[in-house]
């Protein structure tokens, strides 16, 4: 690792350790008292020895800890060994990375250094980290890493050539106005101001002015989620390449992920009801190795996909992640997915007989099948659009309680890996389930049999770049890169394929 990865990994306890030592100190001068009365004088060798003492151990422990981590590539597996009492080895099979990020955050990039992240098919457990590394070599051993799980073939002649960074494509930016236009316009925007509304109203009637405090912890709670959201979205870019799909992204600490072709499990396209005021919309997606977004921000921006986009970008987006639309007309059927309403695009909604157990979205839930992915779309006013390649099912289950047995209907769920995206199909017909259950079971054995390697680079189909984006999904592949649907590439892990 680099030299300096000591103080940017440690600089945080070097500081805890200075505080902790020289509270007094500081409080102090802060408060314009003398430093060198009282028993202080008397207490300051000590604390200077016993700071200077933590301070040469955690300054020890670092340089320790970066002189023994060392890594290594090589016969298909990627090795790092770390410890100095304690030693460790995490080696991972390229032909198995999911994505890999460079992470920059601010210390590093005053540093010029990055942490290079990549991730396997375990949920996140086994992310192997190299921090910190220069950002040119950081680059070069990302494309090195992904060209040779790539299963491209090197040179016998120079075996330690590095591999070439492959080219990339811009497919869309999210303009900064747009991202706070979407912040403010955001679900915790919307209760907040009911709150305090609510707030307003009941100071007015019970003439307590207590009310008001309550909405000192809601808006500093809601000033942390917009500053993280803006911190995680700022100068969202996302490009296409031969590796993957790259999406760079970040003001503060800046972070480009490379998430390589067919290793997104599902994805959903979201519509909170104030963005229908723009057309905006957002992308998440499992990947399997991030393991599920909860109130963790980095974990939350990795899996975003798009954090807002207009119709024309969600349409791009879909078009990288599932080239061959599998259906004739793929504009009409996502279209219905997106907005449609009854039987739109195809979709086989909640039979009428349910409609109290869903009086306003019940003409919207419901699912379509092409030949490449299952479509499921939910909600009335925050509309859903789950979309799951075949290959990527690895169970099906049916659940029914009373009430919905007593209407004829059933729920169908679908399970990939963890993530944000549960792809849940609510209040189907108890017949139309049952069906759809035999058919997306036949549709994924199929579609893992025709998988035939690891080595995405081998099923890549190189194809012209798209300039602009298309303002509707096309039934040829609208990125620089295709799978196409007789091949497609081989599920996140083994356990996938053990179909319920």
Known sequence: MHPASPFVRGWVALAAIGFFFGRDFFERMLQGRPVLEDDFAGRIPWLLAGGGTVLLIAVLGFILTWYFTRYQVAGGYVRVNTGFLFRQQRQARLDRVQAIDIVQPLLARIFGLAELKFEVADAGESAVRLAYLRMDEARQLRATILARAAGVVQDPARPEEAAPEAPEYPVLSVPPSRLVGSLLLSEQSFFVVLGGVASVILSAVTENRGFYFYLIPAALGLAATYWSSFNKGYNFTAAISPDGIRLRYGLLDTQAQTLPPGRIQALRVAQPPLWRIFGWYRIQ???????????????????????????????????LVLPDPGTPEPGRVFGAGLSGLDSDGGFITTPRRARLLAPLG????????????????????????????????????????????????????????????????????????????????????????????????????????????????????????AVPAETPTEPANKEGQQHG
């Open 285 to 319: 997606v499992n990947v399997a190795g991030y393991g599920a977004a909860g109130s963790n921000g980095e974990a939350a921006s990795r899996t975003t996909l798009l954090p807002v986009g207009k119709l024309a970008d969600v349409m791009s987006m879909l078009s």
């Open 362 to 481: 019940w003409r919207r839930n419901g699912f379509a099948a092409t030949a490449t992915a299952l479509l499921i779309r939910s909600g009335r006013w925050w509309r859903q659009l789950v979309v799951v390649p075949h290959q990527r099912t690895q169970s099906i289950a049916l659940h029914q309680g009373p009430l919905a047995r007593r209407f004829g209907v059933v729920d169908l769920v679908l399970h990939t890996t963890a993530g944000p995206v549960s792809p849940r199909l609510i209040q189907a017909g108890t017949d139309e389930a049952r069906t759809l259950f035999d058919e997306q079971s036949a549709r994924a054995r199929l579609a893992r049999k025709r998988q035939t390697t690891e080595h995405w680079l081998a099923q890549v189909v190189p194809a012209a770049p798209v300039a602009e984006p298309v303002p509707e999904l096309v039934a040829e592949p609208a990125a620089p890169v």
